[in-house]
């Protein structure tokens, strides 16, 4: 009689320690999947943030084109460059005879 309730105790102790298996595996697999949601979940933010930097970057890139599009402008004025060249080189416009058209 004790070596069937050896037994059924053996039987009863292996379908227990199978099922603590399943129910820690089950677990294991649980918290890998929610560690993996956290994981991406920060990559979206950090992907998020780095957006955000490289969208501020770019309308300060672009300002700044703006202003150099206009220094541009500025500089290259005939109005600019006539008064230059009177002022540092003394030149006057053309005398009559001076300019001459090609053929």
């Known amino acids: 009689m004790r070596k ?36 991406i979940r920060l990559q979206v933010v950090h992907v998020g943030y780095d957006l955000s930097t490289a969208r501020q970057l770019e309308r300060k890139l672009e300002q700044e084109r703006r202003e150099l599009e206009i220094e541009i402008a500025t500089l290259t004025s005939p109005r600019r460059l006539e008064d230059r060249a009177r002022a540092r ?15």
Not at 4 to 29: C, D, I, K, M, P
Not at 89 to 103: A, H, I, N, T
Request: proline share 10%.
């Open 4 to 39: 069937v309730v050896t037994n059924v105790r053996r039987r009863h102790g292996v379908h227990e320690r199978r099922e603590t298996r399943r129910v820690a595996l089950a677990a294991v697999l649980v918290l890998a999947v929610a560690l993996l949601l956290v994981w």
């Open 89 to 103: 080189l003394s030149m006057r416009p053309p005398m009559p005879g001076q300019v001459v058209s090609p053929p």
